[in-house]
């Protein structure tokens, strides 16, 4: 297998988890090498750099786009900041790794897709909770069947998150868009369908600093009857942070709270721990891992953008729902999400 050359176009605060993920313990191993790293911000640039002993740094796109070295790049820029630079690096023939939210609108979304199919290059998407230990596990055991058909699932995440200066304070989408948007594509990824409806409730509290959503609830009705409702608050004065999430199934249900998966069975005493521990920055090297393996398989990655639209659906019906405060209908014509051995491509809902 080839080794690729990775670009890092954005050296903020999750630029951390990548050039930590890519590169230690198993990391990427021989499938890959970051070779150079781009920032417009002079400061950042110089000190991740240093840090993780990059040498060559750029401060500009058409820089890291004429280097032949570079085969893959990781586009860290806030979620503003994406068809603008994924779209010329797809142009000049580099395959992406974009940040979540895959995009601002899924009008953006669906050009990037659009982009990389005429450009014959892969574009995946970093949905790397799919990869977080506790969904590992999740997965593993709803694919084999340990609590049947799955009937609904919940999720609580709720925390005070008051954020420093940055893109972060100035959105408009924020608790649906930047933490809300992983659980939406781990609902997908467990109930093995895509989105028939959603209603969603948002507000902004005045609490926090940043302007956009901070307390948030969503329904989604999937088309294999599966309903999976979610809470994300992000002006709790609860004294710790809550991230609970639940799958409820025909023969018993999983509870994934902290570092444990409790699978229950319907029979009393009737339950089995499950240890998911893992390291955060290893969910980071899987994404690039998955995109790297299907660019010298010729094949889709189970996380590409196309996938990725329906994901993307998900959320843009969320906030129409919250302006209309109207259950909002998902046209699509898409098949489920691929489980990651499978790699087959998904097809995208076309709802707006
Ligand atoms: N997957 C996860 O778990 C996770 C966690 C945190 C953040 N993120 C995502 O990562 C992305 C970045 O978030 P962040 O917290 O690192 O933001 P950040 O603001 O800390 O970093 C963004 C960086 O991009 C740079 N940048 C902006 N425009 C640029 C351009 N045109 N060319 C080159 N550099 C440019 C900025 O100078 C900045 O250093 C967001 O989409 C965010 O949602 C994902």
Known sequence: MPSFGIGLLGCGRISENHLRGYRHGDGLGDLGEIVALCDVN???LEQQGTKHQVTTRYRRLEDLVADDRVDVVTVLTPPDVRTGVVIPLLEAGKHVLVEKPFAHTLAEA???VAAAEACDRLLAVNQ???WRADTLKLK????????????????LHAMWRDEGPGWRR????LALAVMAVHWLDRFRWLARDEGASVYAATRSTGLLQSQGEDWAAVTVRFRNGVIAHMTEDWCSASRHKADTFLVDGTKGSLVAEGKLVTRYGRDNGDEQVHDAAGDFAASFAHSMQVLLEAIASGTEPSISGRDNLN???LLDGAYRSAEAGEVVHLAHNGRPAAAPSERSLGVANVGR
């Open 42 to 44: 002079e400061t950042l």
């Open 110 to 112: 669906k050009e990037m």
């Open 128 to 130: 790397n909770y799919r």
């Open 140 to 155: 593993e055991l709803v694919d084999a069947g340990a609590i049947g058909e799955v009937l609904g699932m919940h999720q």
């Open 170 to 173: 100035t959105t408009d989408y």
């Open 311 to 313: 994901t993307m659906a």
